[in-house]
């Protein structure tokens, strides 16, 4: 048996064709493309939906694919009737006007109940909702299912409109963690009735057929792209972990962490895993961040330059992009003017050094697996290593973790072993000067208080 995943990310949208054996057979890549409309920034959802289907077309062709799952980025949601959106899929990445926020943000419940903090844009997608309902009533009024986003795209592929928990979950100010239940936000909007009824990731809902003679491909439940990354990895009962997550966003998610001691104001959060439990998380958007430091850097990162970036104090200080652990901080670099490469040395000292802190932060003294496509090279893990010496690392076999997630989800769902490969310990870089370097960091970008808050310590 084998399984398409289509892995819809805000930046990037990926196609693998998963073995039973855990490995990716064969991939496919596009660019998701976001235009302007009735006053909106928008998903081209017609071309991405083109894409789509011709990517699952090539796996069955090639490969005798069976069956489609998905895993989808966080903060999007889709208004659909019987058969079509109601409105196009709006982009997180935009602010309401301040005279809609305003009235907005007095109806978004308390973070001890949805243990969503109040974030901008439309990191909340709960609020994004408020917003589309204020400015274009008929767009719910005419809609019969208000869906997730990778529960769209597994409706739209053929299966059923269901909801899904653990994209429910993801700080969307509609899901109260410990009732696991709705929110009171849902409740007094009146959009419990359009709620479609839950499903677990994973679960066969539908089928797809590329022509009428083609036999029928299973059409899987999606599921939130993090915490499929999650899945992955505690289904190989590695005993207690703490995520990280790497795309767009970096995720850090440790279940082990206690929900009292979250900060709504360092982008704290709780997400909720595919079988409705709580999990603590910190997230900082540090794909887009390592992107707008390094001038879109593509290349290897040597070690040399990240050796001449530490002893020349070259630092970039946060924040490159919303949203994060330190959201009313404006990002800037520090230090002599870098050339191309040093300043990719330096956004990827910073991304580490984020996620350093975020460790901190969530209470994290388990074992940490790195995964995604940050860590090409493994450079990333090797320095979180080095900055943490206390803590036992490993990284994922691949840099997809939250697609080997999806596919596992989808095998097991029809009875199906899947044998994903076990992550690889990982090995400390040897960079000298690093503790100093963080320090100073630290120094020059928080209060005292959190700067000596560290758990390990660099050597």
Known sequence: MKVAVLDFGKTNSKLFVFGQDGRIIDERRTQPKWMRQGGFSVLDEAALH?????AVADAVDGHGMEGVMVSGHGCTFALVDEAALTHPILDYEQEPPAEIAARIDRRIPDFSETFSPRLPLGFNYGRHMLWLQEV???AFATSKSILGYPQYWSWRLGGRAVSEVSYLGCHSHLWA?????FSSLVNAQGWRDRMPGFERAGTVIGEHRLDAAARPIAIHNGVHDSNAALYAYRRQELGPVTVVSTGTWVVVLN??????TLDRDRDMLVNVDVDGGPVPTIRFMGGREFATI???????IAGPVVQRVIDAGIMALPSFAPGGPMPSQSGRLVGRTPDAEERAAAALLYVALMVDLSLDLIHSNN?????????????????LAQLRPGQAFLQGATLEGSAT?????AFESVGREFAAEVPEPVHASRFTGLAGYRSNWRDATMDRSVAGAAVGGAR
């Open 367 to 383: 074992t940490v697996i790195v995964d995604g496509g940050l860590n090409t090279g493994g450079v990333l893990a090797g320095l």
């Open 294 to 300: 390094s001038g879109g850097w593509q290349g290897e």
């Open 255 to 260: 279940p082990d962490c206690p929900l009292d």
């Open 136 to 138: 274009d009533p008929d």
């Open 177 to 181: 963690p410990r009732s696991q239940d």
């Open 50 to 54: 083109h894409w789509a289907l011709s």
């Open 405 to 409: 997630g999806a596919a596992a989800l």
